[in-house]
């Protein structure tokens, strides 16, 4: 079983702050992908990293995905009340339908 | 609009009921999940269909049935409901595969006393 263990598990902050959120594994994965979720809704999609290496921003938030595929990172610049919720890494293998979350990070940005 | 709708949201049942959460999708997706969400533990995946008539066990699938008769419905099916099910389960569907991006229905909260 493939697992991905997230860091931390809760976090509090205020608001401008930078922060980043941790997903690791000892296993590789051909694409890593970010979600996050509000209370009482399902997760929504932040983005999806495919190649070793690679980084992605979206607006205030910069995802990279490890050299060797097995990790991640989530980077938050100036975090706003906004971006309070539980976020979720999750792995899989091309075109597998085994997908594999994280236990999730809880981050509430204080104003 | 496109979506992924579960039903029943709320369920309070007595341990050994037979129960069924529907699960449906209208954006014509070839995969679609079943997780479940416990405090502390992400979501966990229950089981899968890569297509109809193609199902598969995810990591934690004891207690837990699923038919894909129809591309559109993927319901999961508790033969026999016990308190360890009690939990938030959610169904996804996506285009190909769980490395695609996946669309999540709104949650069942299950409670079996």
């Known amino acids: 079983t493939q697992l991905l263990e997230q860091s931390p598990q809760f976090l509090s902050i205020q608001e401008g702050e930078n922060l980043t959120v941790y997903c690791n594994s000892s296993?590789?994965?051909?694409?890593l992908q970010w979600y996050r979720q509000e209370p009482g809704e399902g997760p929504v999609l932040l983005v999806t990293?495919?190649?070793?290496?690679e980084v992605k921003k979206l607006k205030r938030l910069t995802f990279q995905f490890g050299d060797a595929r097995k990790d991640s990172s989530l980077h938050i610049t100036a975090a706003q009340p906004g971006d309070t919720g539980l976020y979720l890494c999750?792995?899989?293998?091309?075109?597998?339908?085994?997908?594999?979350f994280g236990d999730g990070t809880t981050l509430t940005v204080k104003p | 609009e496109a979506q992924v709708t579960q039903n029943p949201r709320y369920l309070i049942t007595v341990t050994g009921k037979k129960l069924t959460v529907t699960c449906s999708q209208n954006?014509?997706?070839?995969?679609m999940s079943w997780y479940r969400q416990d405090p502390g533990l992400g979501l966990r995946q229950i089981y899968y269909?890569?297509?109809?008539?193609?199902?598969d066990k995810g990591d934690v699938p004891e207690g837990y049935k699923v038919s894909r008769k129809e591309k559109r419905n993927f319901p999961l099916i508790l033969e026999s409901p016990s308190p360890n099910q009690t939990s938030l389960y959610f169904c996804?569907?996506?285009?190909?595969?769980?490395?695609?991006?996946?669309?999540f229905g709104p949650g069942t909260r299950l409670t079996v006393t």
């Open positions: 269909s890569m297509n109809v008539e193609v199902t």
């Open positions: 990293v495919v190649t070793g290496g």
């Open positions: 296993s590789v994965f051909s694409s």
């Open positions: 999750a792995g899989g293998d091309t075109n597998a339908g085994k997908s594999t």
């Open positions: 996804a569907s996506s285009l190909k595969s769980g490395t695609y991006e996946q669309y």
């Open positions: 954006m014509n997706h070839e995969y």
